[in-house]
T-cell receptor
Framework: EADIYQTPRYLVIGTGKKITLECSQT?????MYWYQQDPGMELHLIHY???????EKGDLSSESTVSRIRTEHFPLTLESARPSHTSQYLC???????????FGPGTRLLVL | DAKTTQPTSMDCAEGRAANLPCNHS???????VYWYRQIHSQGPQYIIH???NNETNEMASLIITEDRKSSTLILPHATLRDTAVYYC?????????????????FGQGTILTVHP
């Protein structure tokens, strides 16, 4: 059973606000990922990390930023939210041995 | 990573086996076949993966053809809660040469509907 958590689960916020989506895992996994998914559409990788102090952009360009100061924590930040950022954001982690990714429950973001 | 092809949708009666096919004709020798599912926009859930041998766990069985160009995920006794989008993904499992960062490329998947 995967132990990966995301908060908040739902967020409604106004344009221009700064937001941080939290993601934590207790499995000691080195690799962590952020995906973005619009309703009924495919998941797209927007950020990933190999480990502490490692962050990389994913396949889909995103105005968000991430940080990895601790192994268990991989927050995603939007400095100035816009309606185009409305989506579901999914966090995942994997260990380097099996590469199996375990996903959190997601954060549904609505920017008005 | 090799591209996969899956049917858009499938139906299955509750209690019967659900057999979900996946074609991956361009798969390379070091690429694994992974299956995930996503229930009603929750986070995707890992099901099973394999390289060339058939695999079975508590959730499902994975049958990979001898030439590895296709595979079938089998849910032996489908329940209503198995209704989901099922994704077949082919990718390198190890960080060989530092070029693989564990990316999963999700396609459209197969919408499996289990009905009473």
């Amino acid at each position: 059973e995967a132990d990966i958590y995301q908060t908040p689960r739902y967020l409604v916020i106004g344009t221009g606000k700064k937001i941080t989506l939290e993601c934590s895992q207790t499995m000691g996994h080195d690799k962590m990922y952020w995906y973005q998914q619009d309703p009924g559409m495919e998941l797209h990788l927007i950020h990933y990390s190999y480990g502490v102090n490692s962050t990389e952009k994913g396949d889909l360009s995103s105005e968000s930023t991430v940080s990895r100061i601790r192994t268990e924590h991989f927050p995603l930040t939007l400095e100035s939210a816009r309606p185009s950022h409305t989506s579901q954001y999914l966090c995942a982690s994997s260990d380097s041995m099996t590469e199996t990714q375990y996903f959190g429950p997601g954060t549904r973001l609505l920017v008005l | 990573d090799a591209k996969t092809t899956q049917p858009t949708s499938m139906d299955c009666a509750e209690g019967r086996a659900a057999n979900l096919p996946c074609n991956h004709s361009t798969i390379s020798g070091n690429e694994y076949v992974y299956w995930y599912r996503q229930i009603h926009s929750q986070g995707p859930q890992y099901i099973i993966h394999g390289l060339k041998n058939n695999e079975t766990n508590e959730m499902a069985s994975l049958i990979i053809t001898e030439d590895r160009k296709s595979s079938t995920l089998i849910l032996p006794h489908a329940t209503l809660r198995d209704t989901a989008v099922y994704y077949c993904i082919v990718r390198v499992a190890t960080n060989a040469g530092g070029t693989s960062y564990g990316k999963l490329t999700f396609g459209q998947g197969t919408i499996l509907t289990v009905h009473p």
